[in-house]
């Protein structure tokens, strides 16, 4: 299930759009400055997609240590009060 944020940035209709832009720029006879003006939007939508996935990495990270108990204690250390 997709949360409100990656639904408002659209990752997998931004990687649509990459995947048709490549698919055209490698057909035979392509427009010079159609083609030039597709790989500048390519660019651009990489660039958007790499920001995105390093943030999600960010937040797997955070994530991963929300539930990491530290080192120095153990269940017995810090019991639980119920």
């Given at each position: 299930m997709a949360n409100n944020k990656t639904a408002a940035f659209g990752f997998?209709?931004?990687?649509?759009q990459l995947e048709a832009i490549t698919a055209s720029l490698e057909q035979d006879g392509v427009d010079l400055d159609k083609g030039l003006a597709q790989f500048d939007e390519g660019m651009k939508?990489?660039?958007?997609?790499?920001?995105y996935l390093n943030e999600a990495a960010g937040r797997v990270e955070e994530i991963k240590q929300k539930y990491d108990l530290p080192q120095?204690?153990?269940?017995?250390?810090n019991p639980l009060p119920f």
């Open positions: 997998g209709k931004k990687l649509e939508l990489v660039s958007e997609l790499r920001a120095a204690q153990t269940p017995s250390d």
